[in-house]
C-alpha cells in the first residue's frame, strides 16, 4: 500500500515537470501556429485545460505594415548585435545629430506595436529607431528569453544609433519586456544613455510567471517554479535572478516610469518598487483603471504632458 502511494507521488512528480517543460519551452519559442493564445482571463474551462496540458500556441510576431508608416522618408535597416543575431528595424530621421529614441516592445510583440508612441515623439520633433527583438517580426532567430538576452539586442540598437545613425544623445523607451531588458541592459552591460522610460515593468521574472498562473486560477507552487526553472535549463539562464527590481539600482540617468494602476501582469506595487530602486532622477505617472497595455491609447492627453515633461529634465537635450 505504501509503496504503491510512493508509486503514484512519483508519478505526479515526473507528469508536473513533464508539464513545466512543455509549457516553458512553448513560452519561449515561437512556433509556426497561426492564432495566439488568448489571454488567460479570456480562456473557458475546456480552453484553460488544453493549454495546461498543451502549452500555449506563440506564433511568430510578424509585421503587417511598413516602415512608410513612419512617414514617406523611413526606412527599414539592418542592426548586427552578434554574429548570428540580426535585428530588424524602422528609422525615421527628424534631425541629423540630434537625439534619438529607440523604442523597444513587449513580450510576444514587435516594432509596430509601438507606433503611435514613435509617432508622437516625431511630432515632438525627435529621430526615432523602432526594433524588433531577436525572434520577432524581421529580425533573426526564433525564440524569447523574456528580456534577458534582449538586452543584448538593446546595446546593439544603442550602438548603432550612435556609430552607424550618427546620434549622439539617446533615449529608451521600453514597454514591458522592453523595460526589462532596458534595465537589464544597463544594469549587466554598463550601457550608458540620456534617459529611459519604462512603461509597464514586472519587478521579477519570478512574479510575473506566478500572475500567469493566477490568472489561470491554478495554484502558483509549484508550478511557477517549476515553470522558471525548466525554461532557466531550456535556454541557458537563471531567470530566477532576471529581476528589474534589482538592475534598476544601477541606473543613474534621468527615468519616467508609466504604469496602469489595474495592471494584473506587472502590479502597480511590484512597479512601484522597482520605481523606488532607481538611482538617478526618476518620476512616475500612474495610470487609473489601466491595464497591462499602451498607455498612450487609453490616455493621450496625459501621456503627452508626462512625457513632455520628462523631456524638459533631461540636460543638453
Not at 515561437?30 to 506564433?59: C, I, M
Not at 527628424?94 to 509596430?112: D, N, T
Not at 526564433?142 to 546620434?167: K, M, N, P
Not at 550601457?191 to 519570478?206: H, P, Q, T
Amino acid at each position: 500500500m505504501m509503496q504503491a502511494g510512493v508509486g503514484l507521488v512519483a508519478l505526479g512528480f515526473v507528469a508536473m515537470n513533464a508539464l513545466a517543460y512543455r509549457h516553458a519551452r512553448s513560452m519561449l519559442r515561437f512556433s509556426s501556429a497561426r492564432e495566439k493564445t488568448g489571454k488567460p482571463e479570456t480562456l473557458s474551462v475546456s480552453q484553460k485545460l488544453k493549454v495546461l496540458l498543451n502549452g500555449v500556441d506563440l506564433p511568430r510576431p510578424r509585421t503587417s505594415v511598413s516602415a512608410e508608416a513612419l512617414g514617406p522618408d523611413a526606412r527599414s535597416v539592418r542592426i548586427p548585435v552578434a554574429e548570428s543575431v540580426q535585428l530588424g528595424g524602422w528609422y525615421r530621421c527628424q534631425q541629423r545629430g540630434g537625439p534619438l529614441v529607440i523604442f523597444l516592445h513587449g513580450y510576444a510583440s514587435e516594432k509596430s506595436g509601438l507606433l503611435p508612441e514613435a509617432l508622437a515623439f516625431l511630432e515632438l520633433g525627435y529621430s526615432v529607431l523602432l526594433v524588433d527583438f531577436r525572434g520577432s517580426g524581421e529580425s533573426s532567430e526564433a525564440y524569447t528569453t523574456i528580456g534577458l538576452r534582449e538586452a543584448e539586442d538593446v546595446v546593439g540598437a544603442a550602438r548603432f544609433g550612435r556609430e552607424v545613425l550618427g546620434h549622439s544623445r539617446c533615449i529608451l523607451y521600453g514597454q514591458s519586456m522592453g523595460a526589462a531588458a532596458v534595465l537589464c541592459a544597463i544594469a549587466r552591460h554598463g550601457l550608458k544613455v540620456d534617459g529611459i522610460i519604462v512603461e509597464s515593468v514586472f519587478d521579477r521574472l519570478s512574479t510575473t510567471v506566478k500572475h500567469r498562473f493566477e490568472a489561470m486560477g491554478l495554484p502558483t507552487f509549484p508550478f511557477a517554479q517549476l515553470l522558471l526553472g525548466w525554461g532557466s535549463w531550456q535556454m541557458g539562464f537563471n531567470g530566477f535572478l532576471h529581476n528589474p527590481v534589482d538592475y534598476a539600482r544601477h541606473v543613474t540617468c534621468p527615468a519616467l516610469f508609466l504604469h496602469g494602476a489595474a495592471d494584473p501582469r506587472a502590479r502597480i506595487e511590484e512597479a512601484r518598487a522597482v520605481f523606488r530602486a532607481i538611482s538617478g532622477p526618476r518620476v512616475m505617472q500612474e495610470f487609473p483603471q489601466l491595464g497591462h497595455a499602451s498607455s498612450i491609447e487609453v490616455f493621450p492627453e496625459q501621456w503627452t504632458r508626462a512625457v513632455t515633461a520628462f523631456l524638459s529634465t533631461i540636460p543638453n537635450l
